[in-house]
């Protein structure tokens, strides 16, 4: 695969009921902030940017920091943007509405 520049979304969804949802989508999210890749925490998802190979590692990351932590069940939704002759990031995507 390329390495131009591709955004992610990821949303973590929790089945758990041994500690609040949230807690463990935080510890999703101090693993995307490790990673030092580009990425802009929403509401209900976090937006990643970075090269293929990247995104593919930070999302590999967090389910393994779950798995590592003992979260018992999960879902993981991710959205992939790829180009393929070149770049493609949020801000390209959104700029007209900032």
Wanted: hydrophobic fraction near 40%.
């Amino acid at each position: 695969m390329h390495q131009h520049t591709i955004n992610a979304s990821i949303q973590l969804l929790p089945i758990v009921q041994d500690r609040h949802p949230y807690d463990w989508v935080d510890e999703a999210i101090a693993v995307i902030q490790q990673s030092g890749i580009k990425h802009e925490v929403g509401p209900f998802a976090t937006v990643i940017e970075g090269g293929y190979d990247e995104v593919m590692k930070v999302i590999h990351d967090v389910n393994e920091k779950l798995f590592e932590l003992g979260c018992n069940e999960w879902i993981t939704s991710v959205q992939i943007q790829i180009r393929s002759n070149g770049p493609i990031t949020g801000d390209e995507k959104t700029a007209k509405f900032q």
